[in-house]
Protein backbone atom coordinates (compact mmCIF):
# COMPACT_ATOMS: atom_id res chain seq x y z
CA UNK A 1 0.00 0.00 0.00
CA UNK A 2 0.98 3.51 -0.90
CA UNK A 3 -0.95 6.11 1.36
CA UNK A 4 -1.30 9.34 -0.71
CA UNK A 5 -1.38 12.54 1.80
CA UNK A 6 -3.27 15.58 0.72
CA UNK A 7 -1.05 18.36 2.32
CA UNK A 8 -0.94 22.46 2.47
CA UNK A 9 2.07 22.91 0.54
CA UNK A 10 4.08 20.29 -1.49
CA UNK A 11 7.12 22.03 -0.89
CA UNK A 12 7.11 22.18 2.69
CA UNK A 13 6.06 18.30 2.85
CA UNK A 14 8.62 16.98 0.19
CA UNK A 15 11.49 18.81 2.54
CA UNK A 16 10.07 17.09 5.76
CA UNK A 17 9.75 13.72 4.32
CA UNK A 18 13.46 13.87 2.73
CA UNK A 19 15.07 16.34 4.63
CA UNK A 20 13.77 14.50 8.34
CA UNK A 21 12.54 10.97 7.28
CA UNK A 22 15.15 10.04 4.97
CA UNK A 23 12.52 9.41 1.68
CA UNK A 24 14.02 10.56 -1.86
CA UNK A 25 11.79 11.72 -4.86
CA UNK A 26 11.08 8.51 -6.95
CA UNK A 27 9.08 10.68 -9.42
CA UNK A 28 7.26 13.73 -9.54
CA UNK A 29 4.72 15.98 -11.34
CA UNK A 30 4.77 19.40 -10.56
CA UNK A 31 2.32 20.35 -12.70
CA UNK A 32 -0.12 18.67 -10.67
CA UNK A 33 1.61 19.55 -7.44
CA UNK A 34 2.53 15.83 -6.67
CA UNK A 35 5.66 13.56 -5.66
CA UNK A 36 6.03 10.36 -5.48
CA UNK A 37 8.38 9.21 -2.36
CA UNK A 38 10.23 6.11 -1.07
CA UNK A 39 12.46 4.95 1.47
CA UNK A 40 15.49 2.25 1.17
CA UNK A 41 13.40 -0.42 2.75
CA UNK A 42 10.40 0.56 0.01
CA UNK A 43 7.97 2.26 2.37
CA UNK A 44 6.43 4.82 -0.04
CA UNK A 45 4.11 7.89 0.27
CA UNK A 46 2.51 10.42 -2.01
CA UNK A 47 1.93 13.83 -1.26
CA UNK A 48 -0.12 16.09 -3.50
CA UNK A 49 -1.42 19.24 -2.44
CA UNK A 50 -4.93 20.06 -1.77
CA UNK A 51 -6.96 21.36 -4.73
CA UNK A 52 -10.65 20.27 -3.60
CA UNK A 53 -10.16 17.01 -5.18
CA UNK A 54 -10.16 13.72 -3.40
CA UNK A 55 -11.66 15.76 0.08
CA UNK A 56 -14.68 13.56 1.51
CA UNK A 57 -15.11 15.90 3.88
CA UNK A 58 -13.91 19.59 5.42
CA UNK A 59 -10.09 19.23 6.07
CA UNK A 60 -9.45 20.76 8.90
CA UNK A 61 -5.67 20.80 10.55
CA UNK A 62 -4.39 18.60 12.39
CA UNK A 63 -4.81 16.55 9.01
CA UNK A 64 -5.05 12.24 9.22
CA UNK A 65 -6.67 12.43 12.34
CA UNK A 66 -7.54 8.42 13.61
CA UNK A 67 -4.68 7.00 11.80
CA UNK A 68 -1.16 6.75 12.19
CA UNK A 69 1.32 5.56 9.82
CA UNK A 70 3.59 3.43 10.87
CA UNK A 71 7.06 3.17 8.81
CA UNK A 72 10.28 0.48 10.14
CA UNK A 73 13.73 1.79 8.84
CA UNK A 74 16.89 -0.19 8.95
CA UNK A 75 18.66 2.34 11.34
CA UNK A 76 16.31 5.28 13.62
CA UNK A 77 19.86 6.83 14.40
CA UNK A 78 20.11 9.28 11.36
CA UNK A 79 16.25 10.09 11.33
CA UNK A 80 16.80 11.10 15.08
CA UNK A 81 19.60 12.92 14.12
CA UNK A 82 18.13 14.66 11.00
CA UNK A 83 14.76 15.41 13.02
CA UNK A 84 17.26 16.92 16.01
CA UNK A 85 19.00 19.15 13.06
CA UNK A 86 16.04 20.50 11.59
CA UNK A 87 14.64 21.45 15.49
CA UNK A 88 11.34 19.29 14.91
CA UNK A 89 9.73 18.48 18.01
CA UNK A 90 8.95 14.35 18.77
CA UNK A 91 5.15 13.50 19.35
CA UNK A 92 6.24 10.57 21.64
CA UNK A 93 9.69 8.60 22.12
CA UNK A 94 12.41 7.41 22.21
CA UNK A 95 11.65 4.23 23.33
CA UNK A 96 11.93 0.32 23.19
CA UNK A 97 8.75 -1.37 23.08
CA UNK A 98 7.92 -5.27 23.17
CA UNK A 99 4.87 -6.18 21.92
CA UNK A 100 3.19 -9.57 22.12
CA UNK A 101 2.75 -10.89 18.64
CA UNK A 102 1.21 -14.86 19.05
CA UNK A 103 3.33 -16.66 21.19
CA UNK A 104 6.56 -14.49 20.72
CA UNK A 105 7.00 -10.90 21.30
CA UNK A 106 8.81 -8.61 18.41
CA UNK A 107 10.62 -5.99 19.80
CA UNK A 108 11.41 -2.07 18.42
CA UNK A 109 12.78 1.32 19.03
CA UNK A 110 10.53 3.85 17.67
CA UNK A 111 9.99 7.69 17.61
CA UNK A 112 6.35 9.60 16.93
CA UNK A 113 6.50 12.82 14.66
CA UNK A 114 3.98 14.69 13.30
CA UNK A 115 4.34 16.51 9.55
CA UNK A 116 3.40 19.94 8.90
CA UNK A 117 0.60 19.24 8.22
CA UNK A 118 0.40 16.89 11.55
CA UNK A 119 -0.24 13.25 9.91
CA UNK A 120 1.16 11.16 13.18
CA UNK A 121 4.50 9.21 11.88
CA UNK A 122 5.90 6.12 14.19
CA UNK A 123 9.43 5.46 12.36
CA UNK A 124 10.43 1.82 14.19
CA UNK A 125 13.82 -0.42 14.16
CA UNK A 126 13.55 -3.99 14.61
CA UNK A 127 15.26 -5.14 17.84
CA UNK A 128 14.38 -9.03 16.83
CA UNK A 129 12.03 -11.56 18.66
CA UNK A 130 12.02 -13.04 22.21
CA UNK A 131 9.66 -15.37 23.50
CA UNK A 132 7.15 -14.41 26.15
CA UNK A 133 9.68 -14.86 28.97
CA UNK A 134 12.37 -12.49 27.94
CA UNK A 135 14.57 -14.65 26.00
CA UNK A 136 15.82 -12.94 23.01
CA UNK A 137 16.06 -14.04 19.48
CA UNK A 138 17.77 -11.25 16.82
Same mark, same amino acid.
Given at each position: ???????? *? $??????????? %?? &?? @? #?????????????? !??????? %??????????? =??? !? =? &???????? /?? @????? !? /???? @?? #????? %????????????????????? /? &? @?? *?????? $??????????? %?????? !?
Amino acid at each position: MAPELLVT *D $ISVSTAFWCGG %LG &FT @V #AYQRPEQSFVYLER !PEGTQVM %LCQRSGAWETA =PLE !P =P &FGRGVMFQ /IY @VESLH !P /IEEA @VA #ARGLA %LYAGPGEVWRRTGNRESGSKE /I &F @VQ *DPDGYL $IMLAQRLGERG %LGGEAH !P
